[in-house]
């Protein structure tokens, strides 16, 4: 896949190198190059403080699969490889690595300096310990191990090198292992800790966890020995602030008056009404990375009639109207989804766009086709059943995603659906949607830099259902998309595989599986005391190059 981080980056206000007043220290500044490759000073020393919108569930990366889990994950974790902005593939912990003629087989040759934060030893063993044990059940993985994919087995070969091995080729591997989720554990502390690992995280990042205060914030230190920092850091050493601490400020207006004060160095996902404000707050710089992936999506539950029926599923579809959620919920800052992937990923269908447009003659007419009618109260029903939809969403209200379904409420309104909005927990969501599937309407959304995320979402066995987590929210089993997800698996030459995934998407829309809403921009509000804060190819925040001016 071609591409270039410029692309996907849109920065509002570049962020400046250079830390005024520092000069006359030189005990405490290091060189750094500007995009110009001109020296200038970079502060060392003092803390960074993020403010985050929520709560992550938990910091162990075989487990937990959350947009707000990696985002802290990725400074405690390394990865084997790195993903660079062009989506090739860079040696990180790995030095090299060979393939197999079969592409079975992969054999990477690993550093020799590297030390878990613990002190244990970084080596072949290691990175065994950490494949085998995602793939354990007792591990309970709700995503690494999708991303691990056909994962058979290791082979410590020597210390420092390691064979894995695939039980089919898998063309997506070298994406998984470049993401957090696949980052590397401490084998003494996944042992010593087990389950609670997720709230002691040990790894060989460039920083080392100290604390987490439930509700207010987890607090990271620098490791003074990092010395390996990925080819897509300036800075490969030890990182220039002391400490980093991500507070947990899920209130927008909180969260935004946080960094406008002082008080927080930056903060996460800047609200859209906010943006115009900050643009022209001297003392804010905004920066912005459009999220690869997944996009907003809803999906429909097809368990539960009449969403079972292409028709009903097509009624909704030309319900929707979602360019207006889309305007009037994010003001021009949000770009609309067309497809269940987003445009900078592999094998993207530009063909869907301005594919579906709102049509509620249409939608009723299939309705009535379809023997629904409709009552004194405008809701249609059948045999004495009202025509509902249960829409299930969550606190706090991330990037407006309640507001969505108040719009679908009134959206559906006049073709005789009746949406029943039920906004819950995050948690009691997940026990809804993922043990008992009772929910009819589903939001998700990914971020992966590989369109074989697309099976995690579709394929058969990513139906959740009891012992057994999972994302295919829409409980489709669909044979034909189930051999073209395979298909994509394994399918080593580019173009061909591009094509696999075309028809995927093609086939989500068209047969109303999916519903695309929006893109996420993930936008920060950064102090101008905060500098070097970069993002990865996938849009989460990096820190390697971070620094805070004195003031």
């Not at 985002?71 to 393939?99: G, H, N, Y």
């Not at 987490?212 to 020995?225: G, M, R, S």
């Amino acid at each position: 896949m071609t591409g270039n981080l410029l692309k996907r980056l849109t920065i509002f206000t570049t962020l400046m190198l250079v830390a005024s007043g520092c000069a006359g220290d030189k005990g405490n500044v290091a060189p750094a190059a500007t995009g110009a490759n001109q020296p200038e000073a970079v502060t060392k020393g003092g803390e960074l403080t993020f403010g985050v919108a929520a709560s992550p569930g938990g910091l162990d990366p075989n487990v937990y699969p959350g947009a707000g889990d990696y985002r802290i994950m990725r400074s405690i974790f390394d990865s084997l490889i790195v993903q660079m902005p062009d989506q090739t593939f860079k040696p990180w912990l790995a030095t090299e690595w060979t393939i197999s003629p079969d592409a079975k087989s992969y054999t990477f040759k690993l550093r020799k300096d590297v030390k878990f934060h613990d002190g244990t030893p970084f080596n072949a063993a290691a990175v065994k310990y950490n494949f085998d044990r995602i793939v354990n059940p007792e591990t309970k993985s709700r995503f690494a191990v999708t991303l691990i994919g056909p994962y058979e087995s290791s082979e410590v070969i020597d210390e420092f090198t390691v064979k894995v091995n695939l039980k089919s080729p898998y063309s997506a591997f070298l994406s998984s292992l470049s993401q957090a989720f696949l980052g590397i554990v401490s084998p003494a502390a996944a042992q010593k800790y087990g389950e609670n690992l997720a709230k002691n995280p040990v790894g060989t990042g460039p920083f080392k966890f100290v604390s987490w205060v439930e509700n207010a914030a987890i607090t990271l230190d620098k490791n003074p020995d990092y010395n390996w920092g990925p080819p897509t850091a300036q800075n490969k050493g030890a990182a220039y602030i002391d400490k980093l601490i991500f507070k947990i400020i899920p209130e927008e207006a909180t969260r935004i008056g946080s960094v406008q004060s002082g008080q927080i160095s930056a903060v996460e996902t800047v609200p859209p009404q906010n943006l115009i404000s900050l643009k022209n707050d001297p003392n804010i710089t905004l920066i912005e990375a459009e999220s690869a992936g997944i996009p907003f999506t809803l999906m429909l539950n097809q368990d539960h009639a009449p969403w079972n029926e292409l028709k009903a599923r097509k009624a909704v579809q030309l319900a929707i109207d979602v360019d207006t959620i889309v305007k009037t919920l994010y003001l021009g800052t949000y770009k609309r989804a067309w497809s269940p992937i987003t445009p900078s990923v592999l094998g993207y269908n530009a063909s869907l766009e301005n594919s579906i447009k709102p049509d509620i003659p249409k939608a009723n007419q299939l309705l009535d086709e379809l023997g629904w009618v409709r009552g004194a109260d405008g809701i249609r029903a059948k045999n004495g059943k009202p025509l509902s939809l249960y829409f299930v969403t969550s606190t706090p209200n991330r990037e407006k995603r309640n507001d969505i379904a108040a719009m679908i409420q009134q959206q559906l309104k006049p073709v005789g659906i009746q949406v029943n909005v039920e906004i819950t927990t995050s948690t009691n969501a997940q026990t809804i949607v993922m043990d008992k599937g009772t929910n009819d309407l589903y939001g998700v959304s990914n971020v992966t830099g590989d369109p074989d995320i697309l099976r995690s979402f579709f394929h058969t066995n990513a139906i959740p259902k009891e012992g057994r987590w999972g994302h295919n929210h829409t409980h489709l089993s669909d044979p034909q998309l189930d051999k073209w997800l395979e298909e994509g698996l394994k399918e080593q030459d580019t173009q061909k595989r591009s094509e696999v995934y075309k028809k995927i998407q093609s086939y989500v829309v068209e047969n109303a599986i999916g519903f695309p809403i929006y893109i996420f921009p993930y936008t920060v509000a950064s102090s101008k005391t905060a500098k070097g804060l970069k993002f990865d190819a996938l849009g989460y925040p990096l820190f390697y190059d971070a620094y805070v001016v004195k003031k």
